[in-house]
C-alpha cells in the first residue's frame, strides 16, 4: 500500500517539476531578483561635493563599499559611556538646544557652541569634519533612539537605553494598545536583551528583513502559476472521471496530488529563500549576522541576532510555501479553472498588502495581520499583541503557525470531500 502511494506520489511530483510553465516561472522569477537587487544597485549613482568642492560620483557598489568602508572602525565596538564620550567630543561643535527660564517652562533657544577660542585651523577642521563622519553611525542612533538631534551633548550610557525604553517601546506599545499582561511578557523579553549593543555593520541582513514582503509576492505567484492546474487540468480534459474509476482514483491519488503539491511549495519557498538571501549579501555584504537585532531594528524587544531574525522570517517563509500550496490546490478542486485561482491568490496577495486595518480595532486588526500575506511584515517582529491560550501567551508567529496548521487540514479534508463527490 505504502509502495503504491510513494509511486503515484513520484509520479505527481515529477508531473509538476517538469512541465514547461514551472521551469519557466522560477526561472523568471530568478532572473527577476537577481535584476532588481544587483542590476538595480550597479544602475543607481550617487554623486556629492566633498570639501574642497569636487564632485564625485559612485555607482551603487562603490557607494556600498565606501559606506562598510566608513564603519569599519566601528564595527565591534560596544555603545557605552566611553564610545559616548568620543562621539561627544567629535560632535561638540553641533547646535544645541538650551532652556532658559523655569523648567517646564517651554522657552528654549537654539545657539552655537563656540570653537574653543573662536578661532580654529584648517587642519583642526578638516581633523573635526573626519571625526563626525566616522562616529556618524553612532550619532545617528543616538539620534534614533532618543528622538532629539542634540541629545549626543548630555546622553550617557544608561540614560540612552533608558530612552529607547521610555521614547520608543513605550510609544510602541501604546500605539498597538497592549494590555497589562503583554506589556509584561515584552518587559521580562527586554530583560533577556543583552545591553549595551555592539555595533556593527548589518546591511545585508537587514535589507533581506525588508525583501521578506517581496518574496511573499514571487511565492505565491510562483505556487500559483505551477499548482494552480493540478485539479483543474483533470476536470478542463475531462480526465476526471476515468481517474476517479480507476484503482486508486478516489483515495490514494487525491493525497498523493495533494503531498506532491505541498513538497513543490516547500521546495520552492526554500529556493526562492536562498536567491533572495544571496542576491542580498552579494550586494550589501554577508558581514553582521552575529549583530543584535536592536541595532536596525530597535522596536524589537526579541534577544535575537540578525541572521537569527532572518531565518526565524525564513522559517515562516517556508510555511507559507506550504500553505500557499495547499489553499492553490483546494481552490483548483473547487472553482476548477486554473485561471480562476491565479486570479484569487494573485488579488487576494496585493489586496491585502495594500489595505491595513487601523491598530484601534484592536481584534479585528490582530488577526488580519496573522494572514500569510501580512505574516512576513517585518514589523511582525515588534508586534507585542499576544493570544492567550489555556494561560499561554502566544506570539505573532506562534499564533500564525498553529492556525496555518488547523486551516490547512481542514482545507485538505474539504478538498478530499469535493474530490470524493465527483463521481456521484
Same mark, same amino acid.
Not at 102 to 108: F, K, P, T
Not at 162 to 180: A, G, M
Not at 237 to 257: E, M, N, P, V, Y
Given at each position: 500500500?505504502?509502495?503504491?502511494?510513494?509511486?503515484?506520489?513520484?509520479?505527481?511530483?515529477?508531473? /509538476?517539476?517538469?512541465?514547461?510553465?514551472? /521551469?519557466?516561472?522560477?526561472?523568471?522569477?530568478?532572473?527577476?531578483?537577481?535584476? !532588481?537587487?544587483?542590476?538595480g544597485t550597479l544602475n543607481t549613482f550617487h554623486s556629492w561635493n566633498d570639501n574642497d568642492g569636487n564632485v564625485i560620483t559612485m555607482n551603487g557598489f562603490e557607494?556600498?563599499?565606501?559606506?562598510?568602508?566608513?564603519?569599519?572602525? =566601528?564595527?565591534?565596538?560596544?555603545?557605552?559611556?566611553?564610545?559616548?564620550?568620543?562621539?561627544?567630543?567629535?560632535?561638540?561643535?553641533?547646535?544645541?538646544?538650551?532652556?532658559?527660564?523655569?523648567?517646564?517652562?517651554?522657552?528654549?533657544?537654539?545657539?552655537?557652541?563656540?570653537?574653543? @577660542?573662536?578661532?580654529?585651523? #584648517?587642519?583642526? +577642521?578638516?581633523?573635526?569634519?573626519?571625526?563626525?563622519?566616522?562616529?556618524?553611525?553612532?550619532? +545617528?542612533?543616538?539620534?534614533?533612539? %532618543?528622538?532629539?538631534?542634540?541629545?549626543?551633548? !548630555?546622553?550617557?550610557?544608561?540614560?540612552?537605553?533608558?530612552?529607547?525604553? @521610555?521614547?520608543?517601546?513605550?510609544?510602541?506599545?501604546?500605539?498597538?494598545?497592549?494590555?497589562?499582561?503583554?506589556?509584561?511578557?515584552?518587559?521580562?523579553?527586554?530583560? @533577556?536583551?543583552?545591553?549595551?549593543?555592539?555595533?556593527?555593520?548589518?546591511?545585508?541582513?537587514?535589507?533581506?528583513?525588508?525583501?521578506?514582503?517581496?518574496?511573499?509576492?514571487?511565492?505565491?505567484?510562483?505556487?500559483?502559476?505551477?499548482?494552480?492546474?493540478?485539479?483543474?487540468?483533470?476536470?478542463?480534459?475531462?480526465? @476526471?472521471?476515468? /481517474?476517479?474509476?480507476?484503482?486508486?482514483?478516489?483515495?490514494?491519488?487525491?493525497?498523493?496530488?495533494?503531498? +506532491?503539491?505541498?513538497?513543490?511549495?516547500?521546495?520552492?519557498?526554500?529556493?526562492?529563500?536562498?536567491?533572495?538571501?544571496?542576491?542580498?549579501?552579494?550586494?550589501?555584504?554577508?558581514?553582521?549576522?552575529?549583530?543584535? #537585532?536592536? #541595532?536596525?531594528?530597535? $522596536?524589537?524587544?526579541?534577544?535575537?541576532?540578525?541572521?537569527?531574525?532572518?531565518?526565524?522570517?525564513?522559517?515562516?517563509?517556508?510555511? =507559507?510555501?506550504?500553505?500557499?500550496?495547499?489553499?492553490?490546490?483546494?481552490?483548483?478542486?473547487?472553482?476548477?479553472?486554473? #485561471?480562476?485561482? $491565479?486570479g484569487i491568490m494573485m488579488g487576494g496577495m496585493l489586496f491585502t498588502m495594500a489595505y491595513q486595518v487601523p491598530y484601534l480595532h484592536r481584534v479585528v486588526s490582530?488577526?488580519?495581520?496573522?494572514?500569510? %500575506?501580512?505574516?512576513?511584515?517585518?514589523e511582525q517582529l515588534w508586534d507585542g499583541r499576544l493570544v492567550t491560550v489555556f494561560g499561554l501567551q502566544l506570539t505573532n508567529y506562534q499564533t500564525a503557525i498553529? $492556525?496555518?496548521?488547523?486551516?490547512?487540514?481542514?482545507?485538505?479534508?474539504?478538498?478530499?470531500? /469535493?474530490?470524493?463527490?465527483?463521481?456521484?
Amino acid at each position: 500500500m505504502m509502495n503504491n502511494f510513494l509511486t503515484l506520489y513520484g509520479y505527481e511530483l515529477k508531473k /509538476i517539476v517538469k512541465r514547461r510553465i514551472a /521551469i519557466n516561472t522560477l526561472a523568471t522569477l530568478t532572473l527577476a531578483v537577481i535584476y !532588481i537587487n544587483i542590476g538595480g544597485t550597479l544602475n543607481t549613482f550617487h554623486s556629492w561635493n566633498d570639501n574642497d568642492g569636487n564632485v564625485i560620483t559612485m555607482n551603487g557598489f562603490e557607494w556600498l563599499d565606501y559606506q562598510k568602508e566608513k564603519t569599519k572602525e =566601528l564595527n565591534g565596538q560596544v555603545i557605552d559611556d566611553e564610545l559616548l564620550d568620543k562621539v561627544r567630543e567629535a560632535y561638540k561643535n553641533l547646535y544645541r538646544t538650551e532652556y532658559h527660564g523655569e523648567a517646564g517652562s517651554g522657552y528654549s533657544s537654539m545657539t552655537v557652541v563656540e570653537h574653543g @577660542d573662536g578661532e580654529e585651523s #584648517i587642519e583642526e +577642521a578638516e581633523a573635526e569634519i573626519r571625526s563626525q563622519e566616522l562616529y556618524n553611525p553612532i550619532y +545617528a542612533y543616538i539620534q534614533r533612539l %532618543t528622538g532629539f538631534y542634540d541629545a549626543v551633548h !548630555i546622553i550617557r550610557e544608561e540614560t540612552l537605553y533608558e530612552s529607547r525604553q @521610555d521614547n520608543l517601546l513605550e510609544q510602541e506599545w501604546v500605539f498597538l494598545h497592549l494590555t497589562e499582561a503583554e506589556r509584561l511578557y515584552w518587559t521580562e523579553r527586554e530583560n @533577556d536583551v543583552e545591553k549595551p549593543f555592539t555595533y556593527g555593520y548589518a546591511e545585508g541582513w537587514n535589507e533581506m528583513l525588508d525583501s521578506f514582503m517581496y518574496a511573499n509576492i514571487m511565492l505565491v505567484l510562483a505556487i500559483a502559476i505551477c499548482l494552480s492546474s493540478v485539479f483543474a487540468d483533470e476536470h478542463l480534459k475531462r480526465t @476526471d472521471q476515468l /481517474i476517479l474509476c480507476s484503482r486508486h482514483g478516489k483515495g490514494r491519488l487525491f493525497f498523493a496530488k495533494t503531498a +506532491a503539491s505541498i513538497t513543490f511549495g516547500a521546495l520552492c519557498s526554500v529556493f526562492m529563500f536562498i536567491i533572495f538571501l544571496l542576491s542580498a549579501l552579494i550586494v550589501y555584504g554577508a558581514e553582521g549576522s552575529n549583530i543584535v #537585532i536592536q #541595532i536596525c531594528r530597535p $522596536l524589537c524587544s526579541r534577544s535575537l541576532t540578525m541572521g537569527q531574525a532572518v531565518f526565524l522570517m525564513g522559517g515562516i517563509y517556508v510555511v =507559507l510555501g506550504i500553505v500557499h500550496s495547499i489553499l492553490t490546490i483546494f481552490l483548483s478542486e473547487a472553482v476548477k479553472s486554473a #485561471i480562476a485561482v $491565479l486570479g484569487i491568490m494573485m488579488g487576494g496577495m496585493l489586496f491585502t498588502m495594500a489595505y491595513q486595518v487601523p491598530y484601534l480595532h484592536r481584534v479585528v486588526s490582530q488577526i488580519y495581520e496573522l494572514l500569510p %500575506t501580512r505574516i512576513l511584515n517585518v514589523e511582525q517582529l515588534w508586534d507585542g499583541r499576544l493570544v492567550t491560550v489555556f494561560g499561554l501567551q502566544l506570539t505573532n508567529y506562534q499564533t500564525a503557525i498553529i $492556525l496555518y496548521a488547523a486551516v490547512g487540514m481542514l482545507l485538505i479534508w474539504k478538498g478530499n470531500r /469535493i474530490w470524493q463527490k465527483l463521481k456521484n
